[in-house]
């Protein structure tokens, strides 16, 4: 295999720049919003979109709709490959097409859905979260181009956001379209737009639904406040009991963990309260490293409620009430664990004999790298010869649960989690936006991993 030089494939990238750019821009144009309607025709444009655009790349692409585990229709997924060399190692690369929904477009100050440049960062919901995933990967096929040395298969995936429930089946019915030696999840991302990171690893998740009851009918809040409390009262009782003075999680049965390989940096305090806009005042919650909070230990947030609104509101005593709770779990806990450790402190907990009623939603297991993999050392160089510096790398609070679903079924591969993101992405937020700067170092990196693996 002849050698190319690094500034060979930086030199090709830009000569492709704007193909890649424009790629990701009509990508977010489809506004592939899964939680719109997984099997929705939106869905399947998107999925033809990028399946056309791998295709014109040489991949031997194709839209299958999935099957959900209770035989209904499910997501348009984008699976094919490019084989050059039967005895060459094989690459699958992951991203996933869907993204997440646009609740408040007034938040924005760009169209969400047309792909703005201001100076360094492209803005429009999935620049990042995941069409960076997208074009990471499509670009490094395209400076590629002939000179692969690798085998490629390709998923795109069309319900990552709502948790992949029809990934199983699917898997298991296209195995064939997942076997590899090298996984390339490019749905996580940078240390900053600057520093390139491998992720270390991800946090599991699980969710519950809890309705709180009090009484069999409202009643007046005058005539009977008092001996009584409301039941949105008495859920922030619920709520608050799962934390001790420090904001620390109290829940017995949810595991904590250290970052995976070790703490090479701790999060700084000024950037976290930067990148997450935390107002002042605010004291920041729990103990020891902000890296281990935010990565490795669990976390509960309450992701809704359902209690009269303020506006129309009248002296009345809420019989019942309803929230859902959404739990991050430590990398390496089985989430039916955590689930049911959760379920159990808040049957026990129920404030002055409420009936806590508490209804189990999805799990989704976390993950750890293998730090002593040989694609992790090749991975790790070719982003420093990317971006200049070395990686710093990262473990993520978020979720990829199909990741160990994926390894359960081809234990030997080898998963490589990247992607296009950095602390100002705004992921799920409004003003989402990629780092220009980043996409480009990332695609010249996984152009040089690829190379890297072929030898
Ligand atoms: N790209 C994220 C996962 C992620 C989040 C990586 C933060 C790095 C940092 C992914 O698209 C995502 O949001 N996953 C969901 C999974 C859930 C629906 C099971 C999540 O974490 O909420
Ligand atoms: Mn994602």
């Not at 703490?263 to 729990?286: M, Y």
């Not at 700067?437 to 695609?443: E, K, P, Q, V």
């Amino acid at each position: 295999m002849t050698e190319i030089t690094l500034d060979e494939i930086r030199s090709r990238v830009d000569q492709h720049w704007d193909a890649i750019v424009d790629l990701l821009s009509h990508k977010v144009a489809f506004a592939a919003v899964s939680a719109k309607g997984i099997t929705g025709d939106h869905m399947r444009r998107s999925a033809e979109f990028v399946s056309d655009e791998l295709r014109k790349l040489g991949v031997d692409t194709r839209v299958v709709q999935s099957t959900n585990p209770d035989g209904t229709p499910g997501a348009f997924e984008v699976v094919g490959s490019k084989i050059v060399d039967d005895d060459a190692p094989t690459a699958l690369l992951y991203a996933h097409h869907d993204v997440q929904p646009v609740p408040d477009p007034s938040q924005w100050n760009t169209d969400a859905f047309t792909a703005t440049t201001k100076g360094d960062r492209l803005f429009g919901r999935g620049a990042a979260d995941d069409g960076g995933g997208i074009a990471i990967h499509a670009g490094s096929l395209l400076a590629l181009g002939e000179d692969l040395g690798v085998n490629i298969k390709v998923f795109f995936e069309g319900e990552e956001e709502m948790g992949s429930p029809s990934f199983i089946p699917f898997i298991k019915a296209h195995k064939d379209a997942f076997e590899s030696d090298v996984i390339i999840v490019a749905d996580s991302g940078n240390w900053s737009d600057k520093i390139p990171s491998l992720t270390t690893s991800l946090r599991g998740n699980t969710a519950v639904d809890v309705i709180v009851r009090v009484l069999g009918h409202p009643v007046h809040s005058g005539q009977f406040g008092g001996p009584i409390l409301d039941a949105n009262t008495v859920a922030a009782m619920l709520i608050s009991s799962m934390y001790d003075a420090d904001g620390s999680l109290q829940i017995p049965g949810l595991k904590c963990q250290e970052p995976v390989g070790g703490l090479q940096q701790d999060i700084d305090e000024t950037t976290l309260r930067h990148d997450a806009a935390v107002l002042p005042s605010w004291k920041l919650t729990g103990t020891d490293s902000l890296a281990s909070r935010l990565w490795t230990k669990p976390s509960v947030s309450v992701i809704g409620f359902d209690a009269h609104p303020v506006e129309g509101s009248f002296n009345v005593l809420a019989d019942s009430a309803a929230f859902r709770l959404s739990l991050r779990t430590a990398p390496s806990q089985r989430p039916e664990e955590a689930q049911q450790a959760l379920t159990d402190f808040l049957k026990q907990h129920a404030p002055f004999g409420a009936v806590v009623e508490v209804k189990p939603l999805e799990n989704g297991m976390g993950w750890a790298m293998d730090p002593s993999s040989e694609a992790v050392h090749d991975a790790q160089a070719a982003m420093t010869q990317a971006f200049g510096v070395e990686p710093i790398n990262k473990g993520e609070g978020g979720s990829i649960p199909f990741i160990p679903e994926l390894q359960k079924l081809f234990p030997q591969a080898q998963v490589l989690v990247t992607g296009p993101e950095d602390p100002q992405s705004n992921a799920h937020s409004p003003n989402e936006s990629i780092s220009l700067y980043g996409l480009r170092n990332n695609i010249i990196a996984e152009a040089l991993l690829m190379r890297a693996l072929a030898r």
